[in-house]
């Protein structure tokens, strides 16, 4: 149902049409503002953030001792979030849990984007052989189930107990491609634009036009693609910590709690629901970022 | 249909499907054999001599390329070697039974995503904001969200745990299942858990791409023309908006795949799946290699498999 533009909306209106200048970010910002759901994910994840931090600091009971209430206990005033099957404080467990999820969600993008704007930017900007050598390389990989590989990594390389920087490492491997093939891709449309030949034409460098012109206009894309991989790298590290190959206990992780849970499912489902539920909302607050970011950032669509 | 270009073409992925294999599958093998640790390293081998005959058993006494040339060619044949862990077992038949298992789970899984996913999208697309297009758009992003085994676990409690007396713990579980003849329950509550959080961006995409179809001057038309709704939106519209959805099958069915690990473990479905995650604990390095050689090939296979129902969905595509 698209809507025709009346004849009175068209009219000259001399105070409606100059309008305070923006920039593009500003505009991004104004469009994200508006966007409840994304506002909503926003304050979530600044709240999950806020507590992350919190648990380096405090956390109310330890999250390696047992038996500090009853075993398997349910919500209540002392352990808010109740107790696991080893008499283990929930909430205490869930606050280190999100500085994993967080950590591995962030890191892992850190790797990702370094690694596809350097491989997308080559491809894309230099063409010929080289793009068609890591187009090749590009859908090897896409060939490869990411998980058994990243499985294989953690058991035959790290032992089965991997550090929090390998499973980042882990991830990032088999999760680059979608961010170079995105660079690549932008790299290979902007370099044909008239403002790039312009600058080429008054002589400015390749660096020049890399980092001065491709880059800065791919930027709308590759942040949304990254906040698209974030709840991608977390969704994975649970998957790992699900199967007890994640961060090594005693550390806390959602996916490692989640799988403790369903040993006690007849008895207790609250030891499953709590991290379920926590990653689920995580994950579905950094969707909605995403959906909110790339509606913003797209200045072809005004609202 | 079958042109010499699209055979060409077929001929030509299928080259990239067999280097893809190859190389993925010798670097894990080089990357297993080269480490240090392997299943010899356990307390039942007594004596060096011992171990000199186990490993010419297993041809581990050639140098590592041959070993790996023995290994492809074998796969190639449909030999995949025998366990390390137990000896005298073939992994080939064991891996087929497996595979077969996987499939029907997967199966199930994958037209249960396709099926739902269509239908609630096409439902939101035609209902375009009403409530029942908030309730479901709200409801993919929620169901995108939600890991397999979470829904899984979900799916756990609610039928094993508060309808227990209904399904009197059926599928909880399943101890002993040979798996060839799995019950409905069985495949279908893995499948649904599997399956879900793709139907939710199966359901995304349809309704999106429904939804700048149905605009379209030929639907008019066919409105118009006094064809029954239905007809309209399944045969006119369906059928174009469907093409932007064919490109989420790929990763679909990789997710699929490798997602059948977790819920393979978590339901007790002994498949490939299953299998892998076992056999890398137990350092059991030929089944580890045999599966993952198997994961690559079939990847490869179903992304040729999708490319090729575009020309089928899209007679404009030609390759």
């Known amino acids: 149902m698209s809507v025709v533009p009346s004849?009175?909306?068209?009219?000259?209106?001399?105070?409606?049409?100059?309008?305070?200048?923006?920039?593009?970010?500003?505009?991004?910002?104004?469009?994200?503002?508006?966007?409840?759901?994304?506002?909503?994910?926003?304050?979530?994840?600044?709240?999950?953030?806020?507590?992350?931090?919190?648990?380096?600091?405090?956390?109310?009971?330890?999250?390696?001792?047992?038996?500090?209430?009853?075993?398997?206990?349910?919500?209540?005033?002392?352990?808010?979030?109740?107790l696991d099957s080893a008499g283990r404080d929930i909430l205490s467990r869930l606050m280190i849990g999100a500085q994993v999820s967080l950590a591995v969600g962030l890191g892992t993008q850190v790797f990702v984007v370094s690694v596809g704007v350097v491989v997308g930017l080559l491809a894309g900007y230099l063409r010929g052989?080289?793009?068609?050598?890591?187009?090749?390389?590009?859908?090897?990989?896409?060939?490869?189930?990411?998980?058994?590989?990243?499985?294989?990594?953690?058991?035959?390389?790290?032992?089965g107990k991997p550090s929090i920087i390998f499973?980042?490492?882990?991830?990032?491997?088999?999760?680059?491609?979608?961010?170079?093939?995105?660079?690549?891709?932008?790299?290979?449309?902007?370099?044909?634009?008239?403002?790039?030949?312009?600058?080429?034409?008054?002589?400015?460098?390749?660096?020049?036009?890399?980092?001065?012109?491709?880059?800065?206009?791919?930027?709308?894309?590759?942040?949304?693609?990254?906040?698209?991989?974030?709840?991608?790298?977390?969704?994975?590290?649970?998957?790992?910590?699900?199967?007890?190959?994640?961060?090594?206990?005693?550390?806390?992780?959602w996916g490692s709690m989640a799988f403790d849970g369903t040993q006690a499912i007849q008895t207790a489902p609250h030891i499953v629901l709590v991290p379920s539920i926590a990653l689920s909302l995580t994950l579905m607050a950094f969707n909605f970022l995403g959906d909110g970011l790339r509606d913003a950032l797209d200045p072809r669509q005004k609202r | 249909m079958l042109t010499r270009g699209t055979l060409l073409?077929?001929?030509?992925?299928?080259?990239?499907?067999?280097?893809?294999?190859?190389?993925?599958?010798?670097?894990?093998?080089?990357?297993?054999?080269?480490?240090?640790?392997?299943?010899?390293?356990?307390?039942?081998?007594?004596?060096?001599?011992?171990?000199?005959?186990?490993?010419?058993?297993?041809?581990?006494?050639?140098?590592?390329?041959?070993?790996?040339?023995?290994?492809?060619?074998?796969?190639?044949?449909?030999?995949?070697?025998?366990?390390?862990?137990n000896r005298g077992t073939k992994i080939g038949p064991l891996v087929a039974q497996e595979a077969v298992i996987s499939a029907e789970v997967g199966f199930t899984a994958l037209l249960f995503t396709v099926g739902l996913g269509m239908i609630f999208g096409v439902v939101a697309a035609v209902r375009q904001n009403s409530w029942v297009d908030y309730v479901l758009t709200t409801a993919s992003v929620v169901g995108y969200s939600m890991p397999s085994f979470v829904i899984g676990s979900f799916l756990l409690l609610l039928l094993g745990k508060f309808l227990f007396e209904w399904t009197h713990g059926a599928f909880y579980y399943v101890i002993g299942w040979d798996g060839r003849y799995g019950t409905f329950g069985q495949i279908l509550v893995p499948a649904v858990a599997l399956g879900f959080p793709y139907a939710s961006i199966v359901a995304r995409l349809t309704r999106a791409s429904m939804l700048e179809v149905i605009r379209q001057d030929y639907v008019r038309t066919a409105r118009a023309k006094g064809l029954a709704e239905w007809v309209v939106i399944v045969r006119h519209a369906l059928r174009n908006a469907l093409i932007p959805v064919t490109t989420i099958l790929g990763p679909l069915v990789i997710g699929i795949v490798t997602g059948g690990v977790v819920i393979e473990n978590l339901f007790g479905v002994p498949g490939l799946g299953k299998e892998f995650y076992t056999s890398i604990f137990n350092r059991d390095y030929n089944i580890v290699i045999a599966?993952?050689?198997?994961?690559?090939?079939?990847?490869?296979l179903a992304n040729l498999a999708v490319d090729l129902t575009y020309t089928v969905i899209d007679p404009r595509i030609r390759y």
Request: aromatic residues 10%; charged residues 15%; hydrophobic residues 50%.
């Open chain 1, 7 to 82: 004849l009175v909306d068209q009219e000259y209106v001399p105070e409606t049409i100059v309008r305070e200048q923006s920039s593009l970010w500003a505009d991004a910002w104004r469009r994200l503002r508006r966007n409840r759901l994304a506002l909503v994910a926003t304050v979530y994840l600044g709240l999950l953030i806020v507590v992350a931090i919190v648990g380096f600091f405090y956390t109310p009971y330890s999250t390696s001792h047992q038996g500090v209430g009853p075993i398997e206990g349910s919500f209540s005033a002392k352990h808010w979030l109740g």
């Open chain 1, 167 to 253: 499973i980042m490492i882990a991830i990032s491997a088999t999760r680059w491609m979608d961010m170079a093939r995105l660079v690549r891709g932008q790299a290979l449309s902007i370099r044909e634009r008239e403002y790039v030949e312009a600058a080429r034409a008054s002589g400015a460098k390749p660096g020049k036009v890399i980092f001065g012109h491709i880059l800065p206009n791919s930027l709308g894309p590759i942040i949304v693609q990254a906040t698209f991989g974030v709840p991608q790298a977390i969704l994975f590290e649970a998957f790992l910590s699900f199967l007890g190959l994640g961060v090594p206990p005693p550390t806390p992780s």
């Open chain 2, 9 to 85: 073409y077929i001929g030509q992925r299928m080259l990239l499907i067999l280097f893809t294999v190859i190389a993925v599958s010798g670097a894990v093998f080089a990357g297993m054999h080269s480490l240090p640790g392997d299943a010899f390293f356990s307390e039942r081998i007594h004596s060096d001599e011992q171990e000199r005959l186990l490993r010419a058993h297993y041809g581990m006494d050639k140098p590592l390329p041959v070993q790996y040339l023995n290994f492809i060619t074998g796969a190639l044949h449909g030999d995949f070697g025998e366990s390390v862990i």
């Open chain 1, 129 to 159: 052989a080289v793009d068609s050598v890591i187009t090749l390389v590009i859908n090897v990989f896409y060939g490869i189930p990411d998980l058994l590989v990243a499985l294989i990594l953690v058991v035959v390389v790290a032992n």
């Open chain 2, 291 to 300: 599966v993952f050689t198997i994961y690559a090939g079939l990847i490869g």
